[in-house]
């Protein structure tokens, strides 16, 4: 259906036919039995039960007739969960936006700087590398994220903005909002409905909450339906109010995948969990030393004096139970679980003990070398993560235009492209090394090299810089004295 006969759809059928999605929507109860370590199955009394014990032997009479029944209780096993999960995705997640994703303008006009400017500005103003993270780490476990920009009233902002950012002015009226953003996801109580063309373009997303009514008491059902133009709201299935949210594109940035990243290693994870938990059940039970007696034992002398000696009588014979099943196979099965785990999602194990025997500290060149498996993740990861960063840069700049007009014709002129930077152990000796050495083997310009070298941002600033100091050089040279 169009957006048009949507809206002329009564609110009950105009609900339903938006909640209509062409993938399947997350289980956000389900993916926290996965993510949350506390749910895992392990925890299940079903899955694995409490033991047994007798705690008091039964008592029979001279006839052999039990007069008192043994006594058994119900104790709970050792529950050891891992959240190997949340390690995962966490590492993957710095390795893909730990490092801020670049942001390069095509262009060396002034007012396309102007807005780039502006653009890094409402970046820094809304942490969006932390931001970063938190839209990655829900994609990846989660399935799915959004963010929504929205405006809200602060006239101080872009008079700090023209002061500081543009250096200009006689700029006349100034906005009096700003740009604001959040995340959404299933986690975090919403449940979205990205709504899809016949073409495959989205034209209106939606999302359901739930939240409390003015009394606090009650909880009601918020939908809210948000496109190119408006963002409208119902409360408990009934239409409540609609408002212009100023833009001509949809404020709201949708990334989703159709399983979580961790999904393959689940069954691995489960049977890790309990083959550890067993393993201390066995150590539990196996810790203290147990004798075993053959004959008549008629008593201890020296009880509790550190030197006791077991008195036997008719050729009794006692010793200790020695534990003939080896742990190396539990410790081997650890470890090819483990090795498993991380090695099908292409995650790196940091930890002290994988990285004390690599001598020195890394260089830049051997850090990509030891971590090249998860470089080859982030791009993969890249295909969805910077196609998302790229629409929200896109937004970013046409919502610039929409709330300062004096600056619409150069949004609507530009472009700007952001790339993910994965994590690295940057060593700028060997940066600059190699930009010397391109620049001085002719095959690139100075201006390449003083880009490789990675020291500035300000590349034709410092090229300028360079040729001047040269020009001084030379000067000085022709005329050494004075």
Same mark, same amino acid.
């Not at 009794?316 to 080896?326: F, G, H, P, V």
């Not at 629409?391 to 492209?417: D, W």
């Not at 040269?470 to 040279?477: I, V, Y």
């Given at each position: ?33 996965? #993510?949350?370590?506390?749910? @895992? ?35 709970? $096993? ?33 007012? @396309? ?6 653009? +890094?500005? !409402? ?6 590398? %932390?931001?970063?993270? +938190?839209?990655?780490?829900? #994609?990846?476990?989660?399935?799915? $994220? ?21 250096? *200009? ?26 709504? &899809?063309?016949? %073409? ?25 339906? !948000? ?5 409208? *709201? %119902?409360?408990?299935?009934? /239409? ?9 594109? !949809? ?9 979580? /990243?961790?999904? +393959? ?22 810790? &203290? ?28 014979? *006692?010793? %200790? ?20 785990? /991380? ?6 194990? *940091? ?17 990509? /070398?030891?971590?090249?498996?998860? @470089? ?25 235009? +929409? ?16 790339? $993910?930077?994965? &994590? ?59």
């Amino acid at each position: 259906m169009t957006l048009e006969e949507i809206y002329k759809l009564e609110p009950k059928e105009r609900l339903t036919e938006l909640k209509k999605r062409k993938t399947e929507l997350p289980d956000a109860i389900e993916l926290m039995k996965d #993510w949350d370590e506390k749910k @895992h199955s392990v925890f299940d009394d079903k899955l694995r039960t409490k033991r047994r014990v007798m705690i008091e032997d039964e008592v029979r009479d001279a006839k052999n007739n039990v007069t008192k029944p043994a006594k058994y209780e119900w104790r709970d $096993v050792n529950r050891i969960a891992v959240p190997i999960e949340q390690d995962i995705v966490n590492i993957h997640t710095a390795f893909t936006v730990g490092v801020e994703p670049s942001l390069k303008l095509e262009s060396t006009d002034e007012p @396309h700087k102007n807005v780039f400017d502006i653009l +890094k500005s !409402i970046f820094r103003l809304n942490k969006i590398k %932390y931001q970063n993270k +938190k839209a990655v780490r829900s #994609w990846l476990s989660e399935k799915e $994220v959004a963010e929504y920009w929205y405006t809200i009233e602060d006239s101080a902002w872009w008079k700090k903005v023209v002061n500081l950012v543009l250096k *200009i002015a006689g700029q006349g009226t100034l906005p009096t909002r700003k740009l604001k953003s959040t995340i959404w996801s299933p986690f975090r109580g919403d449940k979205l409905y990205p709504y &899809f063309d016949d %073409y495959g373009d989205l034209i209106v997303i939606s999302r359901e909450y739930e939240s409390t009514d003015v009394d606090g008491t009650n909880k009601v059902t918020m939908f809210m339906s !948000i496109d190119k133009q408006k963002v409208t *709201i %119902y409360k408990n299935g009934d /239409y409540l109010k609609d408002f212009d949210h100023m833009f001509e594109k !949809i404020p709201v940035i949708y990334m989703y995948r159709p399983e979580t /990243y961790c999904s +393959k290693i689940k069954p691995m994870r489960e049977r890790f969990e309990t083959l550890l938990s067993n393993f201390a059940d066995c150590l539990d039970f196996n810790f &203290f030393p147990k004798l075993a007696a053959r004959g008549v034992v008629e008593g201890v002398i020296g009880r509790n004096t550190g030197s006791e000696i077991i008195q036997l009588e008719n050729g009794a014979e *006692i010793s %200790y139970l020695t534990w003939q099943q080896s742990p190396e196979m539990a410790k081997l099965e650890f470890d090819n679980l483990t090795e498993r785990m /991380y090695g099908m999602t292409n995650t790196p194990r *940091i930890t002290f003990e994988n990285l004390k025997g690599t001598g020195n500290t890394f260089s830049g060149v051997s850090f990509k /070398y030891a971590f090249m498996s998860a @470089h080859m993740a982030v791009s993969n990861h890249a295909e969805d993560v910077e196609e998302f960063l790229q629409r929200r840069v896109n937004f970013v700049i046409h919502a610039i235009g +929409k709330i300062y007009p004096k600056l619409q014709t150069a949004c609507e002129g530009m472009e700007v492209s952001t790339e $993910v930077v994965p &994590f690295t152990i940057n060593n700028k000796k060997d940066e600059v090394d190699l930009a010397v050495s391109a620049y001085q083997g002719g095959i690139a310009s100075r201006k390449e090299g003083i880009i490789l070298s990675g020291l500035t941002d300000a590349i034709e600033d410092e090229l300028k810089a360079i040729e001047d100091d040269e020009a001084k050089k030379n000067e000085q040279s022709k005329y050494p004295i004075g």
